[in-house]
């Protein structure tokens, strides 16, 4: 398995502009966690699906940030309009049971300028 | 490439050993340094973080985490584990204090035999 794929690796834009992160599970799993990391806050979880449903989105930092997962292999967190403080690598994750560990992709790297 | 590696998949002590896990990384220079523990069931939190100063770090549930420039590593440790302490431990780094080039290790599985 090639492991959680995440695009575009590198994400440059303006303020004001939307911006769509996606992702694709490893095949089975089914919990995918989207994260937002910064230096200042850390890594902070934005939202989790269960079964493409979503189980708990109160990370979500505020109404310009959407999540979907109309499938099983396939997630996007959008951003609109987008802002410069929402600069930060966003991390997609995904594993099989609650109990095993995450399989975190490669993240994407947000600049808005 | 940039990488982060925790040679331990998975390791297994006794409630009351003593505990280290091991990182490493391949940077040209000193990265910004984590460790972040995942219980099962719940989401990750952080333990604790290296960015400067002095290289043994304390963090939160009496872990600790000594920097080793020489050579290139960062284990954490615990005096003492507790059956709670079963969890998954991931090692990260990050190349600048922008939060840019965040890097993963694939983390090590620990078991606590009672």
């Known amino acids: 398995d090639a492991g959680v794929i995440q695009s575009p690796r590198h994400e440059v834009t303006e303020m004001g502009q939307e911006v769509t992160l996606r992702c694709k599970p490893i095949s089975g799993h089914n919990s995918l966690f989207w994260y937002r990391q910064t230096m200042m806050r850390g890594l902070e979880l934005l939202i989790y699906?269960?079964?493409?449903?979503?189980?708990?989105d109160s990370g979500m930092p505020e109404d310009r940030f959407s999540a979907k997962m109309p499938n099983a292999s396939f997630s996007t967190l959008k951003i609109q309009p987008s802002e410069p403080r929402d600069s930060a690598v966003y991390f997609c994750?995904?594993?099989?049971?609650?109990?095993?560990?995450?399989?975190f992709g490669s993240g994407t790297q947000l600049s808005v300028l | 490439a940039q990488s982060v590696t925790q040679p331990d998949i998975h390791i297994t002590v006794s409630e009351g050993a003593s505990l280290e896990l091991r990182c490493n990384y391949s940077?040209?220079?000193?990265?910004?340094l984590f460790w972040y523990v995942q219980s099962p069931g719940q989401g990750l939190q952080l333990l604790l973080k290296?960015?400067?100063?002095?290289?043994l770090v304390q963090g939160i549930k009496g872990f600790e985490a000594e920097f080793k420039r020489s050579q290139s590593s960062f284990n954490l440790r615990k005096p003492s584990v507790h059956w709670s302490d079963a969890a998954e431990y991931f090692c990260a780094v990050s190349l600048d204090n922008y939060g840019q080039n965040f890097v993963f290790g694939p983390g090590t599985r620990l078991s606590v035999l009672p």
């Open positions: 940077y040209g220079a000193t990265p910004y």
């Open positions: 699906f269960n079964n493409n449903v979503p189980i708990d």
């Open positions: 290296y960015f400067s100063g002095d290289t």
């Open positions: 994750a995904s594993r099989g049971d609650v109990y095993e560990k995450l399989f």
